[in-house]
């Protein structure tokens, strides 16, 4: 627990002088008392239930006291919230590499798998847009909260030739931000052969003149990039990662695949399919974000249930100074209640 003004804390030293004012009461009360005729009447009166009863109200008053005082020093607490994120792109990697088997059965189907369980994972209220690329990207299905429409989406998936990471991301950019005019054409099909081109043309598909916010800022919006991320055409992964780092966008990565990586059958041909993890852990950093790696389809599927609860819930320090006040008056008002039910005063 955190104190926005922790300079007060010191008013809690007020408690131990409570207590030495109460038992210096008691004591008075004590001495008055030894003047009574009856001395069975004080033996009677200072005994029994009454003996511990008199007690709880003042002790319920003194913890009522001390939640006043560490509600004037305004503390928060990390609590976990609701995020405020409710529109995710899943960027999914169509390319025939996605054929290796070293994902149990292949990349693929255990991609496809993880994604229709991660679609049921995440809220209702959030909409989810799905993204496939190859080497070329497209929407396969705009954001939406209907789970049925995204499964069918992901089932449609077809695989092509050619693997093009950052014409994904710029994809699932403008899926995400449809009214900033992002220019599809120079980044997606434009042909470039140098990362010198990559910026010229992200420059000229994202004209605007805007101011770039901080890396991972954006708390309405993620992307989640499921990818072997080997890149053969189309723009750098890294150029596009900075349109999406200015906007504040992260770029959750989902690399599977083995280190040593896997042969794929193309037209009857085995073909060896490397695994690229250096880019996606670049992609995750950049975009202040994390890369998640997954051998397994089970592992995966694990993966998404984890990210499903980080893009959905975020912790972050929160006053609850309130809590403190209700909680102060509840005990304020219970000490009040008992003292005039047992003693028929207050206090």
Do not use: C
Request: charged share 20%; no cysteine; net charge positive.
């Amino acid at each position: 627990m955190r104190f926005l003004w922790p300079q007060l804390l010191w008013l809690l030293f007020a408690a131990p002088l409570l207590v030495a004012a109460y038992l210096y009461v008691l004591a008075r009360r004590k001495r008055a008392a030894l003047k009574f005729a009856s001395l069975i009447t004080v033996r009677a009166a200072m005994t029994g239930a009454a003996a511990w009863r008199r007690h709880v109200p003042p002790a319920i008053f003194l913890f009522g006291v001390l939640a006043v005082l560490i509600a004037i020093a305004r503390p928060s607490a990390l609590v976990t919230l609701p995020s405020a994120q409710r529109v995710i792109v899943l960027a999914i990697d169509v390319s025939l590499s996605m054929r290796a088997a070293d994902v149990h059965p292949n990349r693929i189907s255990a991609a496809q798998a993880a994604a229709k369980a991660f679609v049921q994972e995440v809220p209702s209220d959030v909409r989810i847009g799905i993204v496939s690329f190859a080497g070329t990207a497209l929407l396969a299905q705009s954001p939406t909260n209907n789970r049925e429409d995204l499964v069918a989406a992901i089932d449609r998936l077809q695989l092509d030739r050619q693997t093009a990471i950052g014409s994904g991301i710029v994809i699932s950019l403008a899926t995400l931000f449809p009214d900033q005019g992002i220019d599809l054409e120079p980044m997606v099909l434009g042909a470039r052969s140098a990362r010198g081109g990559d910026r010229k043309a992200a420059k000229k598909a994202d004209p605007q003149a805007r101011q770039p916010v901080a890396p991972g800022s954006n708390t309405s919006a993620a992307i989640v990039l499921l990818t072997d991320g080997r890149r053969t055409t189309g723009p750098d992964p890294l150029v596009a990662a900075r349109m999406a780092a200015e906007r504040g966008i992260r770029i959750f990565t989902v690399g599977f695949g083995s280190a040593q990586g896997g042969h794929a059958s193309v037209e009857g041909y085995s073909i060896y399919m490397a695994f690229d993890e250096e880019t996606l852990k670049a992609i995750a950093d950049l975009t202040r974000a994390e890369y998640f790696h997954a051998a397994s389809a089970a592992e995966l599927t694990k993966i998404y249930e984890a990210l499903s609860s980080r893009l959905v819930l975020q912790k972050e320090h929160t006053e609850v100074t309130a809590l403190f006040v209700a909680a102060a008056a509840l005990l304020l008002l219970v000490s009040a209640a008992l003292s005039l039910l047992w003693f028929n005063r207050a206090l």
